[in-house]
């Protein structure tokens, strides 16, 4: 099987049971340090929700992305352009950015929007400022083709995905490989993210367990993005809340004035 990341040889390093009953291999790419899947039959099962039920830590981890993102933001971008959530979800992250003050978007093909409806975008003409992609790289089948299609809309990407350790962990010791939901196929090391952020041309900033930053323009010191994530949370969020407008009754006012004059309340951006 071929590396989906730099399609050199993988070779078949342990297998483990999805779901509670298909034994699964699972190949690993000495060259890119990449780790992935046998070819997932079993995803339609998997997202028989879009969510996993046992994603109990949804809401405080959307909670968490949403200071450390509008940190990022305030400090290193643009914080008055437009933004796009990537692999949306129902619209969490979307709803919480938006309500401290970033004009925040959402796209998500394999999810429905409850949360930031009116706020969708299904075109990849418009282009953003930044695209955000919070615990989605491990659901990708075909990880390159994603990671291109978030490049339509920016040139920068804000992510988070756990790192595999330099010790690559058996089935049952690391929770990461999320068995039991049957949707972690694709699994990444700092190795990986070096060689995509190299094939594209891309400066990569990391802390190195969980939270990545691809730039195409501009090249952003790590050490200043590992200090905002630091800083984050010791207050620095509140800083910058207390500097933005947030959108919340403004968004209720365009949501109504759509309802009144019979428009469906989806503003394609």
């Not at 009953?21 to 039959?41: A, H, R």
């Not at 709803?95 to 990849?124: C, Q, V």
């Not at 990461?176 to 049957?182: D, Q």
């Not at 891309?202 to 630091?230: D, E």
Request: aromatic share 18%.
């Amino acid at each position: 099987m071929n590396c989906k990341i730099c399609n050199h040889k993988t070779k078949n390093i342990f297998s483990a049971k999805i779901l509670n009953k298909y034994n699964v291999k699972y190949y690993y790419c000495d060259y890119c340090g990449f780790l992935q899947t046998e070819e997932p039959y079993w995803l339609k099962e998997a997202y028989s929700d879009s969510i996993s039920i046992a994603d109990t830590g949804i809401m405080s981890r959307n909670m968490g992305n949403s200071k450390i993102t509008a940190v990022v933001l305030y400090f290193l971008f643009n914080k008055f352009n437009k933004f796009l959530d990537f692999g949306g979800g129902y619209g969490i992250f979307t709803r919480l950015m938006r309500d401290i003050g970033f004009d925040f978007y959402w796209y998500d093909p394999h999810s429905i929007n409850l949360l930031a409806r009116g706020f969708e975008t299904k075109s990849k003409d418009c282009k953003y400022e930044l695209v955000t992609a919070f615990e989605v790289f491990e659901h990708f089948d075909e990880p390159i083709k994603e990671i291109e299609s978030m490049m339509q809309f920016s040139d920068n990407i804000l992510l988070s995905t756990e790192l595999l350790p330099h010790v690559l962990p058996k089935p049952e010791k690391w929770w990461y490989y999320a068995l039991e939901g049957g949707q972690h196929i694709s699994f990444y090391s700092y190795k990986t993210l070096k060689y995509i952020a190299k094939k594209y041309n891309m400066n990569l900033c990391s802390n190195g367990r969980n939270y990545h930053l691809f730039t195409k323009n501009r090249k952003i010191n790590n050490k200043i993005f590992n200090l905002l994530l630091k800083f984050q949370r010791f207050g620095l969020f509140f800083y910058v809340k207390r500097k933005m407008e947030s959108l919340t009754f403004e968004d209720m006012n365009f949501i109504i004035s759509k309802t009144k004059k019979g428009v469906n309340n989806e503003n394609t951006i």
